[in-house]
């Protein structure tokens, strides 16, 4: 039985990874399970510069989900290069880097210092709804992807994966932006942006207001757009949103990811995504799967 | 770590307040006073979240640990009707910040309304190594007044108060504190409100004081940096933030703005 794939020019042992922003720099959730199983890790949201992030509170659970707005508080790219890089590269798994920045040139920088780091790829981030300029602002237009993207390839020699956000009319032509641009990979859904309100204090729960949606919750609107978005491209997909086992994952797999990921499954449980590997491995012995490859993008639609 | 700790002993304290007693040797052996315990309410994705509940008191000898929450909401609801004998998914103990009282003699602990249950253990502690032990409790009425037996236990002196004067003395409890004049350091948990009075009053007397806080978070292990706290030093525009479930629960006061 063959678990193993190549993504976007990155060998995994298995095609389990997990989100940017729900795993940290891997070592809180080191204590628990091991890193070593996993086919990749995906960091923190990482930007040229430290960032604070945003005012409490910063998420608040919602119906089968949770909202965050996190603002991508993160320790910035040489801090992560000095201090979390080398941690991350005792584990015997793929680390991807899921880079942000607020103006293009930034993530261009960014992406030259990435480049020269011990790393297995990067992880382009055009979707985080929780920022007040980058992000979703480029990731929201054909254009936007395109230019950002475009520029990023012309630094970066490794394999380049971008996170798309789902808070668009047509994920589609996105995903095909992306592709033009020469990327390698796409990863899809980012959260959705979403809001709750405290009806006592008849104002938003979260101090940014909106936030992003994550869990259970968005997992049908994530399937949904793997599908849209595999029948547009032909560079491969990261699918995520929502994955909590085996059987979600399977479902991702089938709409058409080669990879997907584990965010907000992480916080109900340490070990989800070593028992989502497992759980997967059971369903190829169950249909006599001999290659995990086989199964991508293998629904028949009605 | 984690683990699924069979519910041995429920206690009904107040209508909506309950004690569980479960077995978790493991946690109850490397524990301090202080640190928390994220809780899986059921098995389901429904609610998603595990719910941040903190330690009561170490049963040591017999293994046992125990938590006291208050049903609030949808969470609280289910994981007040597990039955004993079920196991329950705990990750713990957490947060790396702890109540620390050794190289103090003197010690006042200030807690108010659902606040007080992380500072028995304290107390507790604080007085099998021998130091002076002032708590004051407050609370808002008769009726909500929990633990004074417990407390009375492991205090050299205790002071309830009820904010209408409905049971024992009459106004807030920091009032008795700040009589007090023999305090080498303030250890507190309860409402903002209280909170902020109790900081204050030590910054300004030169006390030291440590206080345990609350934030809205998710993963429990400063994964999800959900539990944003702004530090004292760091300026409006350029806010640091630290994490309640990594730096804290407990923060020396005057490092932390509430």
């Not at chain 2, 080498?184 to 409402?191: R, T, Y």
């Not at chain 2, 933030?241 to 006061?253: D, L, T």
Request: glycine content about 8%; overall charge neutral.
């Amino acid at each position: 039985m063959n678990t193993k794939i190549n993504f976007a020019g990155i060998e995994m042992k298995n095609p389990v990874t997990v989100s940017s922003g729900t795993f940290g720099y891997g070592r809180e959730y080191s204590q628990y399970i091991d890193l070593n199983k996993l086919g990749a890790i995906i960091t923190k949201g990482t930007s040229l510069k430290p960032k604070s992030g945003n005012k409490s509170p910063r998420v608040c659970e919602t119906a089968s989900g949770m909202l965050n707005s996190i603002g991508l508080q993160n320790p910035g790219v040489e801090y992560f290069a000095q201090n979390d890089l080398p941690f991350l590269r005792k584990f015997d798994t793929a680390i991807i880097v899921n880079a942000c920045g607020s103006t293009i040139d930034e993530y261009v920088e960014l992406c030259k210092i990435l480049n020269t780091l011990d790393i297995d790829g990067v992880e382009l981030n055009l979707s985080c709804p929780n920022v007040k300029s980058g992000c979703m602002a480029f990731g929201s237009s054909y254009e936007g992807v395109k230019e950002v993207t475009q520029k990023v390839r012309k630094v970066l020699d490794k394999p380049l994966i971008v996170k798309l956000t789902p808070n668009v009319t047509d994920i589609a032509s996105i995903a095909k932006a992306v592709e033009d641009a020469g990327a390698d990979g796409v990863s899809l859904i980012n959260t959705l942006l979403g809001m709750k309100i405290d009806i006592e204090k008849r104002r938003p729960i979260l101090a940014n207001n909106t936030g992003g949606l994550s869990g259970p919750a968005v997992k049908p609107v994530a399937v949904r757009m793997v599908y849209q978005v595999s029948q547009a491209v032909k560079i491969p997909i990261l699918g995520m949103g929502g994955i909590i086992n085996g059987e979600d994952a399977i479902e991702f797999i089938l709409a058409g990811a080669k990879a997907i990921s584990i965010g907000t499954g992480n916080f109900i449980s340490p070990d989800v995504s070593i028992k989502t590997i497992d759980e997967i491995e059971n369903y190829m012995k169950k249909y006599n799967v001999e290659d995990i490859n086989d199964l991508v993008g293998k629904v028949e639609m009605n | 770590m984690q683990l699924m700790a069979e519910l041995v002993k429920k206690e009904n304290l107040k209508p909506d307040i309950y004690k569980f007693s479960v077995k978790a040797e493991e946690i109850v052996k490397i524990a301090k006073p202080g640190q928390f315990l994220n809780i899986r309410v059921n098995n389901e994705v429904e609610p998603l979240l595990r719910r941040p509940i903190s330690i009561y008191n170490l049963d040591k000898e017999n293994g046992i640990l125990e938590f006291i929450f208050q049903v609030k909401g949808r969470g609280t609801k289910i994981l007040a009707q597990r039955t004993i004998g079920e196991k329950i998914d705990i990750l713990g103990p957490l947060g790396y910040g702890s109540f620390k009282f050794n190289e103090y003699k003197n010690v006042a602990i200030i807690g108010g309304g659902i606040g007080v249950f992380p500072l028995y253990e304290l107390a507790k502690q604080a007085k099998e190594n021998g130091k002076n032990v002032n708590t004051y409790l407050g609370f808002r009425n008769k009726d909500l007044v929990t633990l004074e037996d417990k407390f009375e236990e492991v205090s050299d002196n205790l002071i309830i108060t009820t904010d209408d004067g409905s049971y024992k003395e009459k106004g807030f409890a920091i009032d008795w504190l700040k009589k007090d004049k023999n305090i080498d350091c303030i250890f507190a948990c309860g409402p903002l409100p209280m909170l902020r009075a109790v900081r204050e009053y030590a910054i300004e007397n030169d006390i030291p004081c440590q206080i345990s806080l609350e934030e809205r978070m998710a993963c429990g292990l400063g994964v999800c940096l959900g539990c944003a706290i702004k530090t004292a030093k760091s300026p409006k525009e350029a806010p640091e933030y630290w994490h309640v479930c990594k730096v804290g629960p407990v923060f020396e006061a005057k490092d932390v703005e509430i």
